[in-house]
């Protein structure tokens, strides 16, 4: 059982480029989210998802794009990068959303240069 | 949403000591969860707590869901406790998991 697992762990862009992060769980969970760390600070939520089909903006959803076709699949893109969204990014899986107990990937270090 | 506040922020322990780490929320909560940021970064689940107490070897958790708070309790620490501990809540009605700052915990030999 694998859990959540993210895509790449380390990821070098410049300044306009795009990328997408990946994330997939094989927990069958409904709900998925994307958070963020920046240095000194707790994780900050990004987007999120209820179930395939449903996705929702977090506290800071600005720079990025979600979708959800599948339940397993719930991939972050970062449409023109910027400096800005140099951070570690950690997508999350849940059962049942809010009162149920989250589980997270390992984490994608991203600088943008 | 919900503020989370994490006391202290910065903790120095002799090998052997224990120590006490204290979450506050400023309303009520349908989730809590205690989490070990080690030193490579992953996030490791210690426990969820919404209320009660639980324990897992020497680590062990109290929630007093009425008094918005929630205590992370570390006996007998080992240098591989070291990291970074956040506890994050979610508040009624939310989807958003909403973190601490942390307590650095630095467990020296």
């Known amino acids: 059982n694998a859990g959540v697992t993210q895509t790449p762990k380390f990821q070098v862009l410049k300044t306009g480029q795009s990328m997408t992060l990946q994330c997939a769980q094989d927990m069958n969970h409904e709900y998925m989210s994307w958070y963020r760390q920046d240095p000194g600070m707790g994780l900050r939520l990004i987007h999120y998802?209820?179930?395939?089909?449903?996705?929702d903006q977090g506290e800071v959803p600005n720079g990025y794009n979600v979708s959800r076709s599948t339940t397993e699949d719930f991939p972050l893109r970062l449409l023109s990068a910027a400096p800005s969204q140099t951070s570690v990014y950690f997508c999350?899986?849940?059962?049942?959303?809010?009162?149920?107990?989250?589980?997270f990937g390992q984490g994608t270090r991203l600088t943008v240069v | 949403g919900i503020q989370v506040e994490q006391s202290p922020p910065d903790l120095i322990l002799q090998e052997g000591a224990n120590s006490t780490l204290r979450c506050n929320f400023s309303?009520?909560?349908?989730?809590l969860q205690w989490f070990h940021q080690n030193p490579w970064g992953q996030l490791i689940n210690l426990f969820y707590?919404?209320?009660g107490t639980k324990q897992n070897g020497r680590l062990s958790a109290t929630t007093v869901a009425t008094e918005r708070y929630s205590l992370l309790y570390i006996s007998s620490s080992q240098t591989t406790d070291s990291g970074v501990y956040f506890c994050a809540g979610t508040g009624a009605g939310s989807y958003q998991l909403t973190f601490g700052k942390g307590t650095k915990l630095s467990v020296i030999p």
């Open positions: 309303d009520s909560v349908n989730n």
């Open positions: 998802s209820v179930g395939a089909g449903i996705t």
């Open positions: 999350a899986s849940s059962y049942g959303g809010g009162s149920t107990e989250a589980f």
């Open positions: 707590i919404p209320s």
